[in-house]
């Protein structure tokens, strides 16, 4: 294919140019807000993580006194 040069009126050339800009814009905006929720999901692991170890803790202690008091 030849490349031929392209004419493009200066309204629309700039227009272009902010169209380009403000997508490239919304571009970043949601690669921020990906992070944000990235962030989000592991910090909820993490205090999933910690609960789950926490009912684990109850559970054992709760086996414990019965198996103490009812020697079961």
Known sequence: ????????KIEE????RNILDLVKGK?????HLIEEIEK??????QELDTWKG???DV????????RSMFGE
């Not at 294919?1 to 493009?8: L, Q």
């Not at 571009?27 to 690669?31: L, M, V």
């Not at 559970?59 to 019965?66: A, G, K, M, S, T």
């Open 1 to 8: 294919m030849e490349k031929r040069p392209i004419f493009v």
């Open 13 to 16: 050339y700039k227009d272009i």
């Open 27 to 31: 571009i970043g905006e949601a690669r």
């Open 40 to 45: 989000l999901r592991h910090q909820e692991a």
């Open 54 to 56: 926490e009912v684990e």
């Open 59 to 66: 559970q054992n202690r709760v086996d414990f006194i019965q």
